[in-house]
Protein backbone atom coordinates (compact mmCIF):
# COMPACT_ATOMS: atom_id res chain seq x y z
CA UNK A 1 0.00 0.00 0.00
CA UNK A 2 0.97 3.34 -1.26
CA UNK A 3 2.15 5.67 1.68
CA UNK A 4 -0.32 8.83 2.50
CA UNK A 5 0.37 11.71 0.79
CA UNK A 6 1.86 13.82 4.04
CA UNK A 7 5.13 11.99 3.75
CA UNK A 8 8.74 13.53 4.42
CA UNK A 9 9.82 11.85 1.50
CA UNK A 10 9.96 13.13 -2.14
CA UNK A 11 9.97 11.06 -5.27
CA UNK A 12 13.52 9.64 -6.92
CA UNK A 13 12.29 12.01 -9.49
CA UNK A 14 12.94 15.08 -7.41
CA UNK A 15 15.96 16.27 -4.93
CA UNK A 16 15.95 18.96 -2.36
CA UNK A 17 18.41 21.93 -1.94
CA UNK A 18 18.17 23.98 0.85
CA UNK A 19 20.35 26.86 2.93
CA UNK A 20 20.69 26.45 6.23
CA UNK A 21 21.84 29.18 8.79
CA UNK A 22 25.07 30.32 7.57
CA UNK A 23 26.97 28.98 4.83
CA UNK A 24 25.66 25.53 4.98
CA UNK A 25 23.50 23.48 2.63
CA UNK A 26 21.61 20.19 2.45
CA UNK A 27 21.09 18.03 -0.38
CA UNK A 28 18.07 15.86 -0.13
CA UNK A 29 17.68 12.69 -2.35
CA UNK A 30 15.43 9.92 -2.22
CA UNK A 31 14.32 6.10 -4.28
CA UNK A 32 11.80 3.58 -3.85
CA UNK A 33 13.52 -0.01 -3.76
CA UNK A 34 11.38 -3.21 -4.45
CA UNK A 35 12.73 -4.65 -1.17
CA UNK A 36 11.81 -4.53 2.65
CA UNK A 37 13.08 -2.13 4.84
CA UNK A 38 15.01 -4.74 6.82
CA UNK A 39 16.64 -5.56 3.52
CA UNK A 40 17.42 -2.32 2.42
CA UNK A 41 18.63 -1.58 6.16
CA UNK A 42 20.71 -4.52 6.01
CA UNK A 43 22.52 -3.81 2.99
CA UNK A 44 22.76 -0.12 4.11
CA UNK A 45 24.79 -1.08 7.11
CA UNK A 46 27.33 -3.16 5.85
CA UNK A 47 29.66 -0.09 5.62
CA UNK A 48 32.46 -2.37 4.68
CA UNK A 49 30.87 -3.39 1.02
CA UNK A 50 30.15 -0.13 0.31
CA UNK A 51 33.32 0.34 -2.36
CA UNK A 52 31.46 -2.61 -3.93
CA UNK A 53 28.07 -0.97 -5.03
CA UNK A 54 29.30 2.65 -4.46
CA UNK A 55 30.29 5.42 -6.79
CA UNK A 56 32.97 6.99 -5.66
CA UNK A 57 33.34 5.17 -2.30
CA UNK A 58 36.76 3.47 -2.60
CA UNK A 59 37.32 2.10 1.24
CA UNK A 60 35.00 2.16 4.09
CA UNK A 61 36.62 0.59 7.67
CA UNK A 62 34.39 0.48 10.95
CA UNK A 63 36.64 1.56 13.59
CA UNK A 64 33.82 0.59 16.70
CA UNK A 65 30.28 0.25 16.59
CA UNK A 66 29.81 3.68 15.88
CA UNK A 67 32.87 5.05 14.08
CA UNK A 68 33.67 4.89 10.41
CA UNK A 69 37.05 5.43 8.14
CA UNK A 70 36.16 6.57 4.97
CA UNK A 71 38.43 7.43 1.66
CA UNK A 72 36.67 8.54 -1.28
CA UNK A 73 37.08 9.42 -4.91
CA UNK A 74 34.41 11.58 -5.98
CA UNK A 75 33.85 14.46 -8.35
CA UNK A 76 37.68 14.66 -9.09
CA UNK A 77 38.80 14.93 -5.26
CA UNK A 78 40.47 12.01 -2.96
CA UNK A 79 39.23 13.08 0.60
CA UNK A 80 39.34 10.67 3.82
CA UNK A 81 37.36 11.25 7.19
CA UNK A 82 35.83 9.68 10.06
CA UNK A 83 32.55 9.77 11.11
CA UNK A 84 30.87 8.77 14.05
CA UNK A 85 27.06 6.91 14.01
CA UNK A 86 24.90 9.20 15.81
CA UNK A 87 21.66 7.11 15.25
CA UNK A 88 21.24 3.81 14.16
CA UNK A 89 16.83 2.77 14.40
CA UNK A 90 16.78 -0.59 12.80
CA UNK A 91 14.87 -0.51 9.46
CA UNK A 92 14.16 3.32 9.91
CA UNK A 93 17.50 5.37 10.36
CA UNK A 94 21.12 5.88 10.48
CA UNK A 95 22.56 8.97 11.06
CA UNK A 96 26.42 10.35 10.85
CA UNK A 97 28.36 13.45 11.28
CA UNK A 98 32.26 13.80 10.01
CA UNK A 99 34.20 14.43 13.05
CA UNK A 100 37.64 14.21 11.30
CA UNK A 101 38.65 15.38 7.60
CA UNK A 102 35.36 16.71 6.50
CA UNK A 103 32.74 18.32 7.59
CA UNK A 104 29.44 17.01 6.21
CA UNK A 105 27.19 15.09 8.41
CA UNK A 106 24.17 12.84 6.59
CA UNK A 107 21.49 10.39 7.45
CA UNK A 108 19.67 7.49 5.17
CA UNK A 109 15.61 7.63 6.07
CA UNK A 110 13.72 4.13 5.33
CA UNK A 111 10.07 4.40 4.75
CA UNK A 112 8.12 1.14 4.16
CA UNK A 113 5.71 1.61 1.40
CA UNK A 114 4.38 -1.93 1.34
CA UNK A 115 5.82 -5.44 2.35
CA UNK A 116 8.57 -5.42 -0.31
CA UNK A 117 8.81 -1.78 -0.85
CA UNK A 118 10.60 0.93 0.86
CA UNK A 119 11.59 4.86 0.07
CA UNK A 120 14.89 5.60 1.12
CA UNK A 121 15.90 9.23 1.48
CA UNK A 122 19.53 10.24 1.34
CA UNK A 123 20.17 13.79 2.67
CA UNK A 124 24.19 15.28 3.16
CA UNK A 125 24.52 18.49 4.71
CA UNK A 126 27.84 20.86 4.35
CA UNK A 127 29.30 23.22 6.51
CA UNK A 128 30.85 25.08 4.84
CA UNK A 129 28.36 24.96 1.40
CA UNK A 130 29.87 23.34 -1.49
CA UNK A 131 30.35 25.88 -4.37
CA UNK A 132 26.81 26.37 -6.60
CA UNK A 133 28.49 24.92 -9.46
CA UNK A 134 29.38 21.76 -8.14
CA UNK A 135 25.46 21.04 -6.28
CA UNK A 136 23.89 19.78 -9.82
CA UNK A 137 27.05 17.59 -9.76
CA UNK A 138 26.44 16.25 -5.76
CA UNK A 139 23.01 16.19 -6.78
CA UNK A 140 23.49 13.58 -9.71
CA UNK A 141 26.12 11.20 -7.90
CA UNK A 142 24.14 11.00 -5.03
CA UNK A 143 20.87 9.91 -7.22
CA UNK A 144 23.37 7.25 -9.45
CA UNK A 145 24.56 5.79 -5.87
CA UNK A 146 20.92 5.25 -4.92
CA UNK A 147 20.07 3.69 -8.10
CA UNK A 148 23.18 1.67 -7.79
CA UNK A 149 21.41 0.29 -4.33
CA UNK A 150 18.39 -0.30 -6.15
CA UNK A 151 19.84 -2.20 -8.59
CA UNK A 152 21.65 -4.17 -6.23
CA UNK A 153 18.62 -4.91 -3.79
CA UNK A 154 16.61 -5.79 -6.63
CA UNK A 155 18.60 -7.79 -8.52
CA UNK A 156 17.30 -11.36 -9.31
CA UNK A 157 19.06 -13.79 -7.32
CA UNK A 158 20.51 -17.30 -8.94
CA UNK A 159 19.19 -20.31 -7.10
CA UNK A 160 22.35 -22.07 -5.37
CA UNK A 161 22.83 -25.26 -6.78
CA UNK A 162 23.20 -28.67 -4.82
CA UNK A 163 25.43 -30.91 -6.89
CA UNK A 164 24.73 -32.06 -10.23
CA UNK A 165 22.64 -34.23 -11.78
CA UNK A 166 23.99 -36.97 -14.68
CA UNK A 167 22.47 -37.17 -17.67
CA UNK A 168 19.86 -39.89 -17.65
CA UNK A 169 19.09 -39.14 -13.64
CA UNK A 170 15.44 -37.69 -12.89
CA UNK A 171 14.92 -34.03 -13.07
CA UNK A 172 18.04 -32.88 -15.22
CA UNK A 173 19.40 -29.59 -14.89
CA UNK A 174 21.07 -26.73 -17.24
CA UNK A 175 23.68 -24.45 -16.58
CA UNK A 176 23.00 -20.94 -16.37
CA UNK A 177 25.54 -18.93 -18.91
CA UNK A 178 28.25 -17.75 -17.46
Known sequence: MESSSNSSFKDSSTSSFKSNSGNSKS???????????????????RFEKFPNFIE???????????????RTQLLGLERE?????????PDRRISWRCTV?????????LEPLEETKTR??????????????RIPLIEELLQRQL????????????IPRHGKIEEGQVGRVKDYPE
Request: proline share 8%; net charge negative.
Open 27 to 45: ISKSIQIGASPTAVYSQCT
Open 56 to 70: GIKEVRQLSHSRLYC
Open 147 to 158: EMLKELLEAPRP
Open 101 to 109: GASHSGSLE
Open 120 to 133: LCLTLSFDPAPSPE
Open 81 to 89: WEADIEEQI
